[in-house]
C-alpha cells in the first residue's frame, strides 16, 4: 500500500486525508472509493478534465502521461508543470501529495 496525501479542498475534503492506496490504482479512483467525490464527467475515459489534480510530491515515480492526456490537460483550470488527470495516473510506490484545484471546467455542461 502506498500513501496517497489529498491537501483540504474546501467542497470536496475541507480537512484534508491521508489515504492508503493499492499501487496501481488510478488516483481518481483511489479518491472515490474513500469518499472524495471528484468530478469525473466523463466517466474515467480520457474524454474531459473534470478529474485534473495537481501533484505536489511524488510526481516523478508516475508513469508519463499519454498524448491524449496531455492535450486535455492544455484545456484544464489551473494547469501547473504537475498537473494530471486522476483517471489517468496510476499510484507507483511512492508517497503522492495532491491537490484537487479549486475549478473544473466541464465542457459539455458549459457548452465549450
Known amino acids: 500500500m502506498v500513501q496517497l496525501v489529498v491537501l483540504p479542498h474546501v467542497e470536496l475534503c475541507p480537512d484534508g486525508a491521508v489515504l492508503e492506496v493499492e499501487k496501481g490504482t488510478t488516483i481518481c479512483d483511489a479518491l472515490l472509493q474513500n469518499g472524495i467525490e471528484i468530478e469525473h464527467a466523463c466517466e474515467k ?3 474531459c478534465t473534470t478529474c485534473h489534480v ?3 510530491e511524488g510526481f516523478n515515480s508516475l508513469e508519463d502521461a499519454e498524448e491524449k492526456e496531455e492535450d486535455l490537460l492544455d484545456k484544464a483550470w ?3 508543470p504537475t498537473s494530471r488527470l486522476s ?3 496510476r499510484v507507483a510506490d511512492e508517497e503522492l501529495v495532491i491537490e ?3 475549478y473544473t471546467i466541464n465542457h459539455a455542461s458549459e457548452n465549450h
Open 45 to 47: 475515459s480520457c474524454a
Open 54 to 56: 495537481v501533484v505536489r
Open 78 to 80: 489551473g494547469l501547473e
Open 87 to 89: 483517471c489517468q495516473a
Open 100 to 102: 484537487i484545484p479549486k
